[in-house]
């Protein structure tokens, strides 16, 4: 055990032997100057302490040192009744703080009580239970903002971490002290019945056993009874005044004595008024002029030093200011922090900084939270921290979207305006400035918030401009979540896994798949739009297919025909038959005879006047499809599927290619025709 643990244990452990076992009058001497020195420590500490979780178990020592006084309360009541000879210390604040009378001493102690009973304990009690209620009421927005600093950048997940730790030690804390300063309260309730029943018994005592008169026994056992009493309150008080002094501590970046008297005089206009109001009442009244006059030019003449000291204090830190910037200057650029690319940024002008300003009524911030929400739950993969800055070399009302720094989309809004799209079935036509829906590219037009109710009365579809760049940035992040996936992203989610299943995870990895081929498998499925949200099915399906291939492109096949239920579900579902388009067997074989294997896997050597014939075809079946309001949906055979996709993906970005095995036995199909070449 650590030299610490020993000390409590023992410092409780006596406590309890003082109960039971009783003490000499030497011993109760020592324990009595320790609990005045650990009272002093308490007050101090709490007072030069920088916020109150510096003291955490605070709420555990008003326990122990509790236990501790009350066990000393007990110690040297038996001292007095039985011997009269409580020791030096109990003694000392009999005669000596109770100036040696009953009379005196008894009044000392009840004002001590009262001091610490009704103003103390009964301030610090409430102050505690208000503080323990507010504390736990702003949990909520401050869990908020973290989330909005972390979402934004502001601070790293280790930082987010520590500071909700933080706040739950924080509610902890206080909710602790709400019931803890019971403790001070008890024990001077406690304080008052003991002191009451050691003078009735010490004067029982004095006089059945000691022989003495009632008035001899009053003035002997009374007096030990209020130095009793006064020992042990006065460390009581002190822990008292700590309480007060913590759960009132509203400065943590400097020191106790140095903010106090800071902001008490830290103002020479204050100390002016003060001075010259001690002058007059000095001059006019009868009070002792000597006495208030001078003690009126010591306040004037701080307040002039104040004011000197402020002064020189507001030159010093212009001067450090401009010694600041000049070295600034002179050192040589820091680069390490340009290197830092971010996965996710929206960049925009000025004029669109009020959407994502809190305090002006913006909320594009939490439109960002539920963005990264949305895509966990859609596609089953954590989207990276998505940076908002603002880029004066913008238009005021432009901004782009970057991926890995580089731009990859861009869009326009008008602040005072709404955006209306005609879905094709409007009643009449609305006047306005006309632009294309960024997302998607669809005609639009600009109109006002006065046009906005007649807009949508129209059958316009209506939308703000904050929900215009969340779409137009959820539908970049849907098209880019593949390049976003990393390996750390990927060990997060075998984790993840390997808390509910470890005998899968330890199965596959790293023994069948290192983390990069999971990757790419993972990759492979997102970028077609698949949720990688089952992540125990895709495991199990590895963990089935890897013994004989490590070939991520047909494993990501396999891995798509286990997840068929949920592609079926995705572009076939409801209980309409769907259109589709099928592939002609013939050009199934010739993409199947021009594969080529390598050691780097297979590739697809097709000529370029074949390659052209079937995209044409393709693009004339698809066509027939978007004609009849269809999903572009091309329907293979499970060998061909993945070639087949790979010739495609450069020329039809929305094309849906799925296999005849990733189709459930109850979705009724329609073939619309078939690409042929």
């Given at each position: ?10 410092y ?18 020592i324990?009595?100057?320790?609990n ?12 030069f ?7 955490s ?12 006084r009350?066990?000393?309360n ?127 018994g ?11 008169e ?18 042990s ?23 106790f ?25 000095g ?18 003449l ?20 401009d ?52 895509i ?6 954590v ?18 979207i ?30 306005g400035?006309p ?40 539908e ?15 060990q ?21 798949l ?10 492979n ?16 399906t ?13 494993l ?33 074989q ?25 995209m ?59 690409v042929?070449a």
């Amino acid at each position: 055990m650590k030299k610490a643990d020993v000390g409590v244990a023992l410092y409780v452990l006596a406590a309890f032997v003082m109960f039971i076992v009783p003490i000499p009058s030497w011993l109760l001497d020592i324990f009595l100057a320790i609990n005045i020195s650990i009272a002093f420590t308490i007050m101090f500490g709490c007072m030069f302490s920088k916020e109150v979780l510096d003291l955490s178990y605070f709420p555990t020592i008003l326990l122990f040192t509790t236990i501790f006084r009350i066990a000393l309360n007990i110690s040297s009541t038996r001292l007095i009744l039985t011997t009269g000879e409580p020791g030096n210390v109990v003694e000392t604040f009999g005669q000596y703080v109770g100036g040696g009378d009953l009379t005196i001493g008894v009044i000392v102690f009840i004002i001590l009580i009262i001091i610490q009973f009704m103003v103390i304990n009964k301030g610090s009690e409430r102050v505690a239970e208000v503080t323990a209620r507010f504390t736990l009421d702003a949990m909520p927005g401050k869990q908020m903002a973290i989330d909005a600093d972390l979402n934004t950048g502001a601070i790293t997940d280790a930082e987010a971490k520590m500071r909700r730790d933080k706040i739950q030690q924080e509610a902890t804390f206080f909710g602790s002290m709400d019931g803890a300063v019971k403790y001070v309260k008890g024990d001077a309730i406690a304080g008052i019945i003991i002191t009451a029943v050691n003078i009735i018994g010490g004067i029982a005592m004095g006089m059945i056993r000691g022989g003495l008169e009632i008035g001899d026994a009053l003035d002997k056992y009374a007096i030990l009874t209020i130095g009793d009493g006064l020992v042990s309150q006065i460390p009581s008080l002190l822990i008292s005044l700590s309480t007060g002094i913590l759960v009132t501590k509203g400065s943590k970046d400097a020191d106790f004595g140095t903010v106090l008297v800071g902001q008490l005089f830290g103002i020479p206009k204050v100390l002016y008024l003060v001075g010259a109001t001690i002058m007059a009442l000095g001059i006019v009244t009868p009070l002792n002029p000597v006495l208030f006059v001078a003690l009126g030019v010591v306040f004037i003449l701080t307040g002039r030093m104040v004011a000197g000291t402020i002064e020189t204090s507001n030159i010093e830190a212009e001067v450090d200011m401009d010694e600041a910037a000049a070295e600034e200057i002179r050192q040589p650029e820091n680069v390490t922090s340009l290197l830092q690319v971010d996965p996710i940024e929206l960049e925009f002008g000025y004029g669109i900084i009020p959407l994502a300003d809190a305090n002006q009524g913006g909320d594009l911030l939490d439109r960002v939270v539920m963005i990264r929400r949305q895509i966990a739950l859609e596609l089953g993969t954590v989207v990276p921290i998505i940076r908002l800055r603002d880029n004066i070399q913008l238009n005021p009302n432009q901004y782009i979207i970057k991926i890995k720094g580089i731009q990859v989309s861009e869009g326009e809004i008008l602040f005072d305006h709404y955006m209306a799209m005609n879905p094709g079935f409007v009643e009449d036509e609305i006047t306005g400035i006309p632009t294309f829906e960024p997302s998607f590219h669809l005609p639009a037009i600009w109109i006002t918030e006065g046009q906005r109710e007649r807009a949508e009365s129209l059958g316009y579809t209506v939308v703000d401009p904050p929900s215009i760049i969340a779409t137009h940035l959820t539908e970049v992040i849907r098209q880019y979540i593949s390049e976003l996936l990393t390996r750390q992203d990927v060990q997060q989610l075998v984790n993840n896994l390997k808390e509910s299943n470890p005998s899968l995870v330890d199965e596959l990895v790293p023994k069948l798949l290192g983390l990069g081929e999971i990757q790419k498998v993972l990759q492979n499925l997102l970028k077609e739009g698949i949720s990688i949200r089952d992540l125990l099915t895709i495991f199990e399906t590895l963990a089935d297919y890897a013994p004989t291939t490590r070939d991520t492109d047909i494993l990501t096949e396999y891995v798509r025909q286990s997840l068929k239920r949920a592609i079926s579900s995705k572009y076939f579902g409801g209980t309409e038959t769907t259109s589709v388009v099928t592939l002609d067997p013939r050009i199934e074989q010739e993409i199947m005879g021009s594969i080529k294997q390598t050691e780097q896997g297979a590739y697809l050597n097709l000529d370029p006047d074949r390659t052209k014939a079937i995209m044409s075809s393709v693009g004339n079946e698809v066509q027939k499809l978007e004609n009849l309001g269809k999903n572009p949906i091309i329907i293979t055979s499970p060998i061909v599927r993945m070639y087949f996709r790979r010739l495609t993906e450069d020329y039809f970005k929305d094309l849906i290619v799925v296999s005849y095995n990733e189709v459930e036995t109850n979705v009724e199909l329609q073939s619309v025709g078939m690409v042929t070449a």
